[in-house]
């Protein structure tokens, strides 16, 4: 079974600095890895998704993250980060379940942007 | 806006009530997963249905079930509920049944409290 871990369950950061949200995973298999974004009182939304290919992938709202094949890892980056970008993100990881690509979630990083 | 609505945003019961919470997928969509959001489990995956046909079961108790009706419409019953049960419930859709990547859209959530 796969399993994702989130290293930080919150970041704090100043505005227009960078920022890295981490993300491992776990999987005998090959596997496709997203990240979520979560604003309060709102569902998920996809802010980008590694499939096949290149290995650093760039989303919505300047975000970007690096598949890395050998750690494990799917780290997400932001070079510089705006007050509207405080939220809750997920990684996630989805493998085929019985006919089914079923995303399993990490617990969450909270990013809080402050002035 | 996602496209997926929910029904109703807030619910509040006692224990050992039924409840019934309600999800509409995008317009064209045939796939609807089911998800549970609590402090302590984090983003759990319970139920996906495709096209009214049940497809994959994650981690949901016996005492929940889930519909997907010719409308495409679904509903996720949860009876005898306990404290634990409180929650937010998320609703997702998809275009294809999963057997390929398609993307999952997420509805808003329904909050669950059980006193």
Redesign the interface.
């Known amino acids: 079974a796969q399993s994702v871990t989130q290293l930080d369950s919150q970041v704090p950061v100043f505005e227009e600095a960078p920022v890295e949200l981490r993300c491992n995973y776990s999987s005998s298999v090959s596997v ?1 890895l997203f990240w979520y974004v979560q604003y309060p ?6 802010l980008l ?1 590694y ?1 096949s290919g290149s290995t650093l992938v760039k989303g919505i709202n300047g975000f970007e993250a690096e598949f890395n094949k050998s750690q494990t890892s799917f780290h997400l980056r932001k070079p510089s980060v705006h007050i509207s970008d405080t939220a809750e993100y ?1 990684c996630a990881v ?1 493998v085929p ?12 990083t909270s990013l809080i942007v402050h002035p | 806006d996602s496209g997926v609505t929910q029904t109703p945003k807030h619910l509040i019961t006692a224990t050992g009530q039924r409840v019934t919470l309600r999800c509409s997928p995008r317009s064209g969509d045939l796939s609807v997963y089911w998800y549970q959001q609590s402090l302590d489990q984090g983003l759990q995956f319970l139920i996906h249905y495709y096209n009214g046909e049940e497809r994959a079961k994650g981690n949901i108790l016996e005492r929940f079930s889930a519909q997907q009706f010719p409308d495409l419409h679904s509903e996720l019953n949860l009876s005898s509920l306990e404290l634990g049960d409180s929650a937010l419930y998320f609703c997702a859709s998809s275009e294809g049944g999963g057997s390929n990547y398609n993307e999952q859209f997420f509805g808003p959530g329904t909050r669950l409290t059980v006193l």
């Open positions: 496709y009182n709102q569902g998920l939304q996809l998704k499939l997920f989805s379940t019985g006919g089914s690509y079923i995303p399993t979630f990490g617990r969450g």
